[in-house]
């Protein structure tokens, strides 16, 4: 079975300074990883995703994540945080073969001026 | 592109009676669409899969009777909250990915409030 775990419910950072949100998945075969955000009263917005290849991906707004097959982990980085960064951050993973996406339980990022 | 319309937005309705959400793919087709529900503070919990032109798939625990979901064409899919009451108050989210695209990302509309009296 799939399972996504977030760690931390709140994430607290300065403007600034480097963020990460932390991931860890669980599936069979090979994992397709995405990072969503949702603002209050929102859908949520894809951020970045990772298929294959290259184990650092970019996404939007200046996002990145790095897939590290070897602790199950896709944590997701930015180097340098904005107030307007603050947020609601979902993981996301879906298995090879399979169809639904199964959503980490959530991390709320503040972002202090 | 690959945007997703939902409406509406936010509802109020008495207990007993039923509500109805859509679900629209602007500018690509979905044969499936997703509906999720969320709690405050919690995570998106899928409730059905919806398949155009075929009944959903609900998820273990989802009263299909209560939650009807119709996916009339490839850009339409609706909830209807049926004889709703004051639990089924919460956040509803669709999403769809365009056909053809397993290793797509979701695109997700804006949500619907709904709060039951």
């Known amino acids: 079975a799939q399972s996504v775990a977030q760690p931390e419910d709140q994430v607290n950072v300065a403007e600034g300074n480097p963020l990460t949100v932390k991931c860890?998945?669980?599936?069979?075969?090979?994992?397709?990883?995405?990072?969503?955000?949702?603002?209050?009263?929102?859908?949520?917005?894809f951020l970045l995703k990772y298929i294959t290849g290259d184990n650092l991906v970019k996404g939007s707004y200046g996002f990145e994540a790095e897939f590290n097959k070897s602790q199950t982990s896709f944590h997701l980085k930015k180097p340098s945080a904005l107030v307007s960064d603050s947020a609601l951050y979902f993981c996301a993973v879906r298995n090879t073969g399979g169809f639904k996406t199964i959503f980490g339980a959530g991390t709320r990022l503040f972002v202090k001026a | 592109g690959a945007v997703v319309s939902q409406h509406p937005s936010w509802v109020i309705c008495k207990s007993g009676t039923s509500v109805k959400i859509e679900c629209r793919s602007l500018d690509f087709q979905a044969t499936t669409m997703?509906?999720?529900?969320?709690?405050?503070?919690?995570?998106?919990?899928?409730?059905?899969?919806?398949?155009?032109?075929?009944?959903?798939?609900?998820?273990?625990?989802?009263?299909?009777?209560?939650?009807?979901?119709?996916?009339?064409?490839?850009?339409?899919?609706?909830?209807?909250?049926?004889?709703?009451?004051?639990?089924?108050?919460?956040?509803?989210?669709?999403?769809?990915?365009p056909s053809g695209k397993n290793t797509g990302e979701l695109f997700f509309g804006e949500g619907s409030r709904l709060t039951v009296l």
């Open chain 1, 24 to 45: 860890t998945y669980s599936v069979s075969g090979n994992p397709y990883l995405f990072w969503y955000v949702q603002y209050p009263n929102r859908g949520l917005q």
């Open chain 2, 34 to 97: 997703f509906w999720y529900r969320q709690f405050p503070k919690q995570s998106l919990m899928l409730m059905a899969t919806s398949n155009e032109g075929s009944k959903a798939t609900y998820e273990q625990g989802v009263e299909k009777d209560k939650f009807l979901i119709n996916h009339a064409s490839l850009t339409l899919s609706t909830l209807t909250v049926t004889s709703a009451h004051p639990e089924d108050s919460s956040f509803y989210i669709c999403s769809a990915s």
